[in-house]
Structures are given as C-alpha cells and as structure tokens.
C-alpha cells in the first residue's frame, strides 16, 4: 500500500497534507491533555522505532510470505502516540527507503494513521463493550477487530485513491476486474494482522501488561 | 536489513546547494515538488526535466547517488503503471495475439513515471546536500510541534540500533532450530509473534533508561532551545538559490495551465 510520488493529483496530496494537519492538531491536544506529555516521548519513539523495524518481518503464508502493515496493533500499543509515530515512521519510510514519497505524505498518513486511532479507540473500549466477556476472551476478541479493522481501512481508503488516481481512458470492465482483485488480494492480510495482534497481545499480556494499559 | 542500506543520504559537500540554508532550501524544493505534481501534459516533462537536471547538476551529488537510490521505489511505481500501456486506451500502436500496445495507456504511465523520477529526484537533492539535523531544525522553525521533532529525532537515532538488536534475536532464533525442521505455521505465526512483542519489550524498556538519562541532561525543564540560525546570514547566504527555484516552480504551474485542460 505505497503511494509513490508522482501518482496522485497534486490537489490530492495538498488535500492530505490539509488532513494530516488537522489530525495532527487533534491528536496532539489529546496527547497534551496528560499530566506529563513529555514523559511518554521516548517511550513513543522507541516503540514507534521497533514498529518501523518489525515491518520488516515476513509472516509465512505458504506459498508465499507477507509482510504486515502492523497500524493497527500501534494504534492499540500507543493509542493517540501511534498518529506523530505514523507519521514519522512514513517520513523515514521515504527518506531511507523510497517508500511512498513526500508529496503522498500527507495522504499516506491519512491512510495508516486515521485507521490506527480507530483502531486504538476500540481497543480502549473493550472494558466497556466486553465487560459480559471473560477477560481473555474480551482481549482476544477486541484485539483481533482492531489488528483486522486497522488495515482494513486503509485497505478501503487505498481503493478509493487508486480509483482517483486511475486514467479515464481506462477500460470500465478492467477497472472493476483490477478492483475487484485488489480487494480480494489484500482480503487474508486482514485477517493476518487481526490474528497477528491477537498473538502479540497475549504474549503481552504474559509478559508486561502495563504495555495494553492505557 | 533494508533499513540500514541507505543511511548515508547526505553527502557532505561546497556546492551552492549545500551552502543553501536549510529552511528556504525545504520550502522553496517542497513547493518545486507540488509544482511538479499538477503537471497533467505529457509535453511539459522535458522542461521539468531541464529544471530538476540542473538543480541535480548544481548540487554536485554523484550521478551513482541517484543511480543507486532510484530503483527500489522504482519498482513500485513499475508495479502500478506497468499495466496501463496494455489496457487502457483505444489508440492501438502494436498489437501481437491479444497483447495490445495502447497510446493512451502509454501516454498515462510515461507521464506518471515521469512525474515520479522528476520528484523523487528533487527529493534526493534536498537530502542529499542536508544534514538530517538542520532539516529537522528547519521544521521546528517552521512551527512544526517539538513533540514532533523530538520523537523523529529519537525514532531516528534508535532505528539502526534496533535494526542491529532484530537481527541478533532472529539469528538466534534461528540458531534455535527456527525455519530448519518442519513446523505448524501456528508455531511459525507464535514465534514471531514472541519475536516481535520481545523487540518492543526492549524498547520500552529501552525508553525508560533514556528518559532518565534526558531528565538528567535537563530535558522539560527549559523551553526549547532557539534555533542557531543567523537570521541575517541566512538571508544573505544564497538568496538566489530560493528565487531560482520558487520561478522555476512557478514557471511549471504557469505553463500547465496555460495548457488546454484534459
């Protein structure tokens, strides 16, 4: 799901920038609202440093191996941090690796980051939506929509730019079959990523719990 | 690991560009970029190219700079457009069995991979000729939030650490028997689910030693720092450079929509 430069219309990527700074306002008035903002910095950092890392790694799905998109689980680990740690992490996913680019930036982070706090929000709400559950039951549950529910949007909202971004001239029927098999492509990474948050949570929540608390 | 391969973007030089300071150079190449974006005419990318060549030129970086650097995201940008030439459009210009070049679809993709090289390009000469730390610098001038800058600081700073530390622990794992004997890709999925909740417990805690070892050197107890910059040099440090590029951007926007519309 990378959005190189050069692919999307200008007023496009000036419009995601437009976003991005909005969210960005928002999630940081969040995150000053804490008695201690700076507290969290480095830990923010470090956390969002591991997750660019771990990206790398490939999940075996025979026959082939797919990496995952992990926005989802940041969301869950950092709550509001995973939108400045998002967006840092797409800043140096392009400078370092030429993933994406710096005109899609914006649009990128609106991509990965708006999915991410959602995904974030659910998770937090899982004390008061599971409470009729068994605890694990709650963080297994819970944990499995937002990894899935995390990539799923920005599935969606990768649709609706390649459908923006795609030539008029292009045949009708190829455009819905092309679509059509890009939806259905990135269908198991969903659930790959709801299982993978599911597996990581309670490995978590075995060794340093104070990690799902927020 | 991929993260570590390109770690020397910036290449230290004395060209007029490297001497350019940073914060007009961010502005003025940032708005050259989104200039580049709205060019919708395929005629126009020549003039985009003399313009982004030259800056190349003039920034002194090594040809092999942007040899090196341009294929790997040139794949991706392969990936999406490869497929346009052969299905869109009506204009046929070579046809072998049900394998149609099209005029259009070739038209599209050479203006999109076009657009692409031209930005990316620019993008190399901005980091290329600056330090991470005075781009950085240059967007806490801007007004971009310390919490910002701080934290892509320290990202930065512990990426390559904790590139070195994952490919420690996954040799290890390996050593272990991990990807040698036959296992249930249930088994797969839990060891790298340990693997990488491992990677984030040694952050955390990790970020506990240097927060302390922050507080200690008076992290949050003052107001950021001012910025080094001269106000007066920078100004008189190459304004020309600045103006160069804001007509050159302008010139781009100006002649696409001169152009008749699509």
Sequence with gaps: ?214 | MAVSLHADVYIPGQSAVHRWAARPKLLSLLALMFAIATVRHLGLLPWVFGVVGSLYLWSQLPLTYVWRRLPYPGLFIVAMVGLLPWISGETILWQWSILALRLEGLQAAALIAGRFVAILTTGFVLLGTTPFLSLLEAMRSLGIPTLLTDMTLLTYRYLFDLANQLATMRQAMQLRGYGHSRQTLQRHWGWLAALFGSLLLRSYEQSQRVYSAMRLRGYGQHPPRAMTTDAGAERDSLAWPTILTLVAAASVVIWELSLPSL
Aim: glycine residues 10%; proline residues 7%; aromatic residues 8%.
């Design chain 1, 1 to 214: 799901m990378h959005i190189p430069d050069g692919l999307l219309p200008a007023s496009v990527c000036v419009a995601g920038y437009a976003i991005t700074g909005g969210v960005t306002w928002v999630a940081l008035k969040q995150i000053n609202k804490t008695s201690n903002p700076q507290v969290e910095v480095p830990k923010a950092a470090l956390l969002a440093a591991a997750f660019f890392v771990g990206s790398s790694l490939s999940l075996p799905v025979p026959p082939v191996s797919v990496h995952l998109v992990l926005n989802g689980l940041l969301g869950i680990v950092l709550g509001w941090y995973a939108w400045p740690a998002i967006l840092i992490g797409l800043l140096l996913q392009a400078i370092l690796l030429g993933h994406g680019g710096v005109t899609t930036l914006g649009v990128h982070a609106v991509m990965m980051g708006i999915p991410a706090l959602l995904a974030g929000q659910l998770f937090q709400q899982r004390q008061r939506l599971g409470k009729s559950l068994p605890p694990k039951v709650a963080l297994g549950l819970f944990s499995f929509v937002a990894g899935a529910l995390g990539v799923g949007i920005s599935v969606l909202i990768f649709l609706a730019l390649v459908v923006f971004a795609m030539p008029s001239t292009l045949d009708q029927s190829a455009e819905r079959g092309f679509l059509t098999a890009l939806m259905v492509g990135h269908i198991p990474l969903i659930f790959l990523e709801g299982i993978f948050a599911v597996l990581l949570c309670f490995f978590l929540l075995r060794v340093k719990p104070e990690l799902l608390e927020r």
